[in-house]
């Protein structure tokens, strides 16, 4: 029992040290995967042919690891078409959260502040969070066959295929509707007499908003705002039902060439987690970015 | 034209809200430069009345003018108006996201139309005016109180307003803060500043006031300069209720 003091010491001092370890880990983790990533993005669309390797084939030779280990050698034999895939995850996710925070912005605020537009507004709301993703891809690329607007855009390459914008616009319009949630509770929790101080020097109701109330809410909403950012990387794997080949996609058909189902998706499950704690980091990050001394979250600590 | 056109003219006003009346036929006046310190105790419509000012609230009935601005008229320029009333609140509502120079400087680009510099220029001044030249940049989280509401002063000032209206604006702060507050305000009243003050301070009352009004349960139950109204108050109402303010403020 008297080691028990000496015991806890070195415990917290061991804390300490795994902190900054863990922290460096994390940084050397995120070079390697990032570094991974762009140099086979670069090799697929940038480099002229014949320099680099062909899309979809790794940097090292599989068979060279093999005598290290069997799994790193499947790992290294199939990550590189995973890479090349999850560049679509990445545009799609980004692609569509970028264009729904813009128009989730107004919806929300004609939400909160319209009259008719609110209703308007909170129809479009229950309607896209009542129905099924899913339901909702298949209504635009089956039912309203969108994709044939898009036939005649180039495509190939570092540019998506028509199907590919059908799906941004499917996640663009399920985004703004939890994005706009996300942000009215956020313009909801903004003081009332804010709006009121601004007002009151002559501020119309509209500059209020745009110069007092929203930079606050936005501020408000990143944490469950980043939710919806890891949400629809992960939801973007439904691209696939509309032959997006996206991550999972590809993963699919690789795992139905040779039936290695829990090896694929173990590499796929690495990448998503890859991408998806580099999205919190890069949240955490903004959110630390854009604080100000006094207001929300930075209060409590 | 006569030759004395009150700036404010408040006739006959009367708001309900549901079943209470919260003011009850209210008239009064107040000329250029006056430093009209309005007493009475809480619910009797002083906040209302400072509101109905610069419109936050409608009047049920009545009429208030100010200079040329017919505020109860419900087809004005709300914003135009209110580009003329500047308002100090109880609570303060600085702009919690904005460093003290540009809670200034937002009136002065966006209702102004001043450039960033000329804004930038003129609200240092202001802030200067309430002794807070080193504070520019700091953020309202970061300010005591009284700083804070020196800040909310500034940005009232910023807009010249032909009126300013105090609602209450130290009975937020600590005791040991409401001085500086006092202080500035005082200033302002001696510099020509037509100023409607919601108070308690018989302090400023007494030295910077023109006049006082004492309003209890919607109405103005007196009124008269603040050294009569505080020393030989012709209302029952009043005399009790300033001795009860004495007797929290611990003033004579």
């Given amino acids: 029992m008297s080691e028990t003091g000496a015991t806890r010491t070195t415990a917290d001092t061991g804390r300490v040290v795994s902190g900054s370890l863990g922290r460096w880990l994390t940084i050397a983790g995120g070079v390697l995967f990032w570094g991974w990533l762009l140099a086979r993005w670069l090799n697929n669309w940038l480099l002229p042919a014949g320099v680099g390797v062909p899309p979809g084939e790794s940097f090292l030779d599989p068979a060279a690891v093999a005598p290290i280990s069997d799994s790193l050698a499947f790992a290294v034999e199939y990550l590189p078409q995973l890479a090349d895939a999850a560049w679509l995850t990445v545009v799609l996710t980004v692609v569509s959260i970028a264009l729904g925070f813009v128009l989730a912005v107004p919806v929300s605020v004609a939400r909160v502040y319209g009259t008719y537009s609110s209703t308007v507004s909170l129809a479009f709301t229950e309607l896209i969070r009542g129905t099924p993703l899913l339901a909702q891809l298949f209504v635009l690329y089956y039912a309203l066959n969108l994709s044939t607007l898009f036939r005649g855009l180039p495509d190939g390459g570092v540019l998506p295929s028509a199907v590919v914008y059908v799906a941004i616009i499917g996640f663009t319009i399920n985004s703004v509707a939890y994005q706009a949630e996300y942000i009215r509770s956020a313009l909801l929790s903004v003081d009332r007499e804010q709006l009121t101080a601004a007002r009151a020097i002559g501020l119309s109701q509209r500059q209020g908003i745009r110069h007092v109330v929203l930079p606050q809410a936005l501020r408000f909403a990143i944490p469950g705002w980043s939710n919806e950012l890891v949400y629809l990387i992960k939801y973007s794997s439904l691209a696939a039902f509309i032959t997006v080949p996206e991550l999972f996609n590809v993963a699919r058909s690789i795992a139905a060439d040779n039936f290695a189902y829990t090896g694929i998706f173990a590499l796929v499950a690495v990448l998503y987690l890859g991408l998806v704690i580099s999205a919190s980091k890069l949240m955490a990050g903004v959110e630390r970015r854009v604080a100000i001394p006094g207001l929300g979250s930075t209060t409590s600590q | ?252």
């Fill in chain 2, 1 to 252: 034209m006569s030759d004395h056109d009150p700036l404010l003219a408040v006739e006959s006003v009367s708001k309900r809200y549901g079943d209470e009346r919260v003011l009850n036929d209210v008239s009064f006046t107040m000329d250029r430069g006056d430093v009209t310190v309005m007493m009475g105790p809480s619910g009797s419509g002083k906040s209302t009345l400072l509101r109905c000012v610069n419109r936050l609230t409608d009047v049920d009935s009545g009429e208030i003018r100010l200079g040329d601005h017919r505020v109860t008229d419900p087809g004005i320029d709300v914003d135009a108006l209110r580009r003329d009333v500047g308002m100090v609140f109880q609570d303060i509502n600085l702009f919690t996201h904005l460093t003290a120079l540009k809670n200034v400087t937002l009136g002065l680009r966006e209702v102004r139309g001043f450039s960033k510099d000329d804004a930038r220029e003129a609200a240092t001044e202001q802030l200067e005016r309430v002794g807070l030249g080193d504070q520019l940049d700091s953020y309202p989280g970061e300010l005591s109180g009284g700083q804070k509401q020196r800040v909310g002063i500034a940005r009232a000032l910023a807009m010249e307003p032909d009126l300013l209206l105090f609602d209450e604006p130290t009975s937020a702060l600590d005791p040991e803060l409401v001085g500086e507050v006092t202080a500035v305000m005082a200033d302002l009243a001696a510099g020509g500043m037509t100023m409607l003050v919601v108070t308690h301070e018989k302090g400023f009352a007494r030295e910077a006031a023109t006049d006082a009004l004492f309003l209890d349960a919607g109405s103005i139950a007196e009124r008269g300069p603040p050294a009569q109204l505080f020393e030989n108050p012709e209302n029952e109402r009043t005399a009790e209720f300033l001795d009860r303010v004495s007797t929290v403020s611990g003033e004579p």
